[in-house]
Structures are given as structure tokens and as C-alpha cells.
């Protein structure tokens, strides 16, 4: 949760009127437990969303977001919510991970990924794009970030930036892509 990506994506929510949580996931940081493999990750997500849903049932509308391993736990969170409305998935790992659960996919959203990234691969990135852009009823836009690494160390600016036009496109009250 204290990423330098994770912290951007809360700060990008709360700027506008989310309710917001950035979390560790098991054995990470000072969380207890250890890695799961995605299984008890899976179960931390949905607690975690749970957890704060108990102090906002006024809310209109979810999203997830998630960056790597985060992306691929967050696609498989928005697979078994349906109140999630919208998804950033930034540098999802397609090529490391099982992604085919998100068939059909429930939500439109965006997948952000950059150029040079080392560990999940542009190439593989591309292939879940566009297996998810043949399902109806969704529209899953697409950004690559030029030179930018899995980390984003020096395209930061970039990548918030495709985020916060891809926010601004979602939540217009005139945008048809629900």
C-alpha cells in the first residue's frame, strides 16, 4: 500500500469524492499472514471491500483498482461483486497469471500498461486486451505508456494522467459506458 502507483490511484479517488482504502495484502509490510498464491489474497480484497462498504452504503457506485499482482486480485474481486462498476488495472501480469475467469467480463475499464515493461509483458497485455474487447456489453480501453517500465519510475506524470482522463471520461454524467 505504499507504492509510489497505489498511493497515486488513492490520492487520484479521494481528490474525487470516494470513499477510499489502500491495503496490504497478507504478509505484506506489517500485515499478518503469509502469501496465498491469490486465494486468501482474493479473500483479503473482498474483506477489505466489505469493510468499507459497512461505512458507506450511501454509495452510488464501486471501483477497483490494482496494480500487478494487485490488477490481477482486482479482476478477480470485480468477477464476483457486481456493484463494482468500474476497473484500473495497471501492469496486469497476463503472462504470469491465469486471467480467463474474466469471461464474460462484467465491467468496462481500463488496462495501463507500459512499454518497457520487463515483468508483465506488453505482448501478453495485448492478448487479454483484446480477448476482453470481443465481449459485448463492455468497452475496455487500452493505454501504453511510452519507455515506461513496471514500475513506472519515471512516466508517473503519464501514467496518472491516462488515469485521470479515463476518470473524468467514466464519471461525466454524459458518458454512455457504464
Not at 470481443?134 to 508517473?156: G, L, S, V, W, Y
Amino acid at each position: 500500500m505504499n507504492n509510489a502507483i497505489v498511493q497515486a490511484l488513492y490520492q487520484t479517488f479521494v481528490r474525487r469524492g470516494f470513499a477510499t482504502l489502500r491495503f496490504n495484502f497478507r504478509g505484506v509490510g506489517k500485515s499478518q499472514g503469509t502469501f496465498d498464491n491469490g486465494v486468501g489474497e482474493l479473500s483479503d480484497a473482498a474483506s477489505a471491500l466489505d469493510w468499507v462498504q459497512s461505512f458507506h452504503h450511501e454509495a452510488q457506485t464501486t471501483w477497483v483498482a490494482g496494480v500487478s499482482f494487485g490488477a490481477w486480485i482486482g479482476m478477480q474481486l470485480l468477477m464476483r461483486r457486481p456493484e463494482i462498476r468500474g476497473f484500473i488495472s495497471i501492469a496486469p501480469p497476463a503472462n504470469m497469471y491465469d486471467f480467463t475467469f474474466l469471461a464474460p467480463c462484467p465491467s468496462s475499464g481500463i488496462i495501463i500498461q507500459g512499454e518497457a515493461d520487463e515483468v508483465a509483458t506488453p505482448a501478453a497485455t495485448q492478448k487479454l486486451v483484446d480477448k476482453l474487447r470481443t465481449q459485448r456489453h463492455i468497452t475496455i480501453h487500452h493505454d501504453t505508456i511510452p519507455k515506461a517500465n513496471h514500475f513506472f519510475e519515471h512516466e508517473m506524470p503519464q501514467l496518472m494522467g491516462s488515469v485521470d482522463r479515463y476518470l473524468d471520461m467514466r464519471l461525466d454524467p454524459k458518458s454512455t459506458i457504464k
